[in-house]
């Protein structure tokens, strides 16, 4: 049994990373006998490794989808597969024979399975992105940090973030920490999908409160409990974070992280600020989070 924790919150920039890669240094170092596997699912943007100091991702294998080909041999142009695409992928322009335009296509199999001429063969594919699993040691911490990159110019997150998530899971991790991306669409939800807890990472601003609203209603809607870090705790007003929070019954708990010039300093050194400099009061508070972590996650590993 894996258990899943996700560290997610709908804006960009609140500090999710900075949280998730101290969360997994703090876990294994804390759970030495237990496989850790942080799975950066931001696949526009990863950047935990960066975060955690890592020169070189390593072991990189194609994310590959099904990509339809067509035999025009079989071909009648009845355009069925025109239709079925949501994406728009599928052309057939001036009476010609369809076309797809590769970026477009989600590798849904949509177009494979309605064809009544059996034209479109199972075994197209092509690349959407690359995976990486990268071995993370520090100071007695070590885990496996899982990171997804979306090629240049592509747009379809989820079917690339499902295939991450799947090759982090294949690592039969005791515990996956997942780092989602920033939003609240289809590819954060299959993100944090079969999470048994949601830590939803938020600034006290307006744009901060509207996020949190949004990824609180995924929590609530998958009845997932979960932790509100308000971090930066201090540069704004709280009030409208309360409000949000009030409105969703997932919320268990609500942690502040006071903003600290050492917070930066540790995301430009690539040292989590656990490690770095644990006696500062960002550190402290995150700690905090950090020590209620591990015993939610020792409680769920003894159930098994
Ligand atoms: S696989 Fe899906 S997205 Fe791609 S061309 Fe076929 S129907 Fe469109
Ligand atoms: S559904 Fe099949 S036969 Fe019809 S246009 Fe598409 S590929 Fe050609």
């Not at 322009?93 to 199972?122: D, E």
């Not at 998958?222 to 308000?230: N, Q, Y």
Request: hydrophobic share 40%; net charge neutral.
């Amino acid at each position: 049994m894996t258990v899943i924790v996700s560290v997610t919150g709908g804006k960009g920039g609140t500090g999710k990373s900075f949280v998730a890669t101290n969360l997994a240094y703090y876990l294994s170092k804390n759970l030495p006998d237990k496989r850790l596997v942080l799975a950066d699912l931001d696949v526009e943007a990863p950047n935990d490794h960066i975060l955690l100091g890592v020169k070189r991702l390593e072991a990189e294998e194609d994310v590959d989808i099904f990509f339809p080909k067509i035999d025009y041999s079989k071909c009648t142009s009845c355009g069925a597969c025109v239709k079925a695409c949501d994406t728009g992928a599928i052309i057939m322009a001036g009476g010609r024979p369809p076309f797809v335009f590769p970026r477009l296509c989600s590798g849904c199999w949509a177009c494979y399975y309605v064809c009544p001429y059996k034209a479109i063969s199972s075994g197209g594919r092509r690349t959407l992105a690359k995976s990486y699993a990268t071995p993370v040691e520090l100071d007695g911490a070590r885990f496996t940090l899982v990171t997804g990159i979306l090629r240049e110019g592509e747009e379809h997150t989820p079917p690339a973030i499902i295939r991450v998530k799947r090759r982090a899971l294949g690592l039969e991790p005791d515990i996956l920490l997942v780092d989602t991306g920033a939003g609240t669409g289809s590819g954060i939800t299959v993100a944090i999908h079969y999470s048994v807890l949601i830590i939803a990472v938020t600034e006290p601003t307006p744009m901060g409160a509207h996020d949190l609203d949004a990824i609180l209603q995924v929590a609530d809607g998958l009845e997932t409990p979960a932790w509100v870090v308000i971090n930066r705790s201090g540069i704004g007003p709280e009030e409208i974070l309360g409000e949000v929070i009030a409105r969703h019954k997932s919320v268990e708990r609500v942690y502040r992280i006071p903003y600290s010039r050492t917070v930066i300093e540790s995301y430009v050194r690539g040292d989590p600020i656990l490690h770095y400099k644990p006696s500062d009061p960002g550190a402290t508070a995150l700690r905090r989070v950090a020590g209620d972590l591990l015993e939610v996650v020792k409680s769920m590993l003894r159930r098994g």
